[in-house]
């Protein structure tokens, strides 16, 4: 079991920046991939960030140029670093990580409220 802790959550204003972090109890380097969700109210889990075992990132088109997404080997974390946000970007925001295609993990998700 990979057990993910996230952080980083909170209010914030339209046109400014969190970051959330994601500390893995292991080595995920080596991982499928890790990722960033996020689930409105009301609606579907949907993708936001990934980053593959190639390193190479790939972002939901509605979050592209704004958000960023990185991994550090020597913390075994994950950021999403998140610029410009809007009140749309708002909805709880999870960690996700695959060993392989069909083992994965996830964590227990942090809120994310964009507002004035």
């Known amino acids: 079991q990979v057990q993910l802790v996230e952080s980083g959550g909170g209010l914030v204003q339209p046109g400014g920046s969190l970051r959330l972090s994601c500390s893995a109890s292991?080595?995920?380097?080596?991982?499928?991939?890790v990722a960033w969700y996020r689930q409105a109210p009301g609606k579907q889990r949907d993708l936001v960030a990934r980053?593959?075992?190639?390193?190479?990132?790939n972002y939901a088109d509605s979050v592209k140029g704004r958000f960023t997404i990185s991994r550090v080997m020597t913390k075994n974390t994950v950021y999403l670093q998140m610029n410009s946000l809007k009140p749309e970007d708002t909805a709880v925001y999870y960690c996700?990580?695959?060993?392989?295609?069909?083992?994965?993990?996830w964590g227990q998700g942090t809120q994310v409220t964009v507002s004035s």
């Open positions: 996700n990580v695959k060993r392989v295609v069909t083992e994965d993990y």
């Open positions: 292991e080595n995920i380097f080596t991982f499928y991939s």
């Open positions: 980053i593959l075992s190639g390193g190479v990132p």
